[in-house]
């Protein structure tokens, strides 16, 4: 896009290009941040890269992406919740950067937009709720959300959304089975769900990461859990 040093396309190719062929098209001025299906990529494109890619036999495919393409579907329908709203007209929202967006390009659009997540080029934000729609014509913007509420968890329901009491009334209750749940930690051994139940693997690990783990628990609640 014109007065931009890079601007952001999906490229597809004919066919995914090796550690060495994603080298060989940065020096091209073609950047690769993300896979999608389809052997295609988000990706930066420089103006040298849009030159070079009619010469480039492995691209099948450069695809502007429109704004309308970075909003979820509750901001393009105009579903703004209750709980979306902060104080006056401004909207809670979620925006997604490509990764190769640098702090310091996203706090000029968004000011006061906060990170969300680290491993992600997510940012958090208060905005107008008039002007949502247009965060989406910036060129490094991905994608962009109404924030939602954290999930709450309540496993105690769970045995009635997957139907352990209609199995168990047939007369199928598990007994003799055993099962291996290899996740990020351990389960926590004195919930009383597991009782008399319940053996860790490797509890002689000396690795820092060796720790309880709610989600490890919360897995193993569903699977075997008595409650």
């Known amino acids: 896009k014109d007065g931009l040093e890079r601007s952001h396309a999906i490229v597809q190719f004919k066919n995914n290009p090796s550690e060495e062929g994603k080298e060989a098209l940065k020096s091209q001025g073609i950047a690769l941040l993300e ?3 389809e052997k295609s990529w988000f990706t930066a494109v ?9 010469s480039i036999s492995n691209i099948y495919a450069i695809t502007e992406i429109l704004p309308e393409d970075k909003l979820s579907e509750a901001v393009r329908q105009d579903r703004i919740y209750t709980y979306v ?51 989406a014509d910036e060129d490094i913007v ?7 509420p954290p999930p709450v968890r309540h496993n105690d329901g769970s045995r009635a ?24 930690g351990w389960i926590e051994a004195t ?3 597991f009782q008399g139940r319940l053996i860790i693997g490797d509890a002689g690990c000396s690795e820092p990461d060796c720790r309880t783990d709610p989600h490890a628990t919360h897995v193993g609640g569903t699977a075997v859990g008595s409650g």
Do not use: C
């Not at 991905?142 to 939602?148: E, G, H, I, S």
């Open 35 to 37: 896979y999608l299906p």
């Open 46 to 54: 420089s103006a040298a890269g849009l030159e070079n890619a009619a």
């Open 85 to 135: 709203f902060k104080e006056g007209d401004l909207a809670d929202l979620y925006v997604l950067f490509f990764k190769d967006a640098a702090e310091e390009e996203i706090l000029k659009i968004m000011p006061k937009a906060t990170r969300e997540a680290e491993h992600l080029n997510l940012w958090r934000v208060s905005w107008p709720k008039t002007a949502v729609k247009n965060l």
């Open 142 to 148: 991905q994608w962009v959300d109404f924030y939602y």
């Open 161 to 184: 959304v997957i139907n352990v009491e209609s199995v168990q009334n047939l007369g199928i209750k598990g007994s003799g089975v055993t099962i291996a749940e290899w996740d990020g």
């Open 191 to 193: 919930h009383q769900d």
